[in-house]
């Protein structure tokens, strides 16, 4: 298991690669679209061979997954490659909190002797590092229940 949150997963599809391609882009948001259209719709670009997509929401959320994919046509239909990370900005603010209160505490046990507030600086990194992991695997699975009813008929899902 990684340390930072990031998932992988590989969907083997049955259609040509241009029908995914089209599948993909109907779902994403479009300029036009009423506020009620957007639910289970997504965000991002779909390029020639891959995309970079997120779940459409209309309140802020730090830990929404950025999927990230590839597409590969086969003889048989087409192979989606998709990993579901953090938004580089969210990852950076893990990283640089954890870090601060790693070597804060640090500091507060090695200079200060104050053992008491040290401890209560690596819980607070370690509580931060376990509210994102927690808020990201729980948004993720949403993420891709949303996403793998792309591929199922019917409409969007509305949550």
Known sequence: MPFFPV???TLVLPLPLKEVKEKLRKRLVADGDLPEEKKGKFNGKVFENTFRISLYINYPDNYLPLMVGELEATSKGTLVFITYRL???VFAF?????VICFLFGLFLYFFT?????AGISF???GLNY????VNFRRKKKIARRHFH???AEGEPLNN
């Open 123 to 125: 819980l607070l990194g």
């Open 149 to 151: 009813s792309i591929w």
């Open 130 to 133: 376990l509210l994102c992991l």
């Open 7 to 9: 998932f992988k997963e």
């Open 113 to 117: 002797e104050k053992q008491l507030y």
């Open 94 to 98: 893990l990283v640089f909190w954890s």
């Open 87 to 89: 938004f580089p900005f």
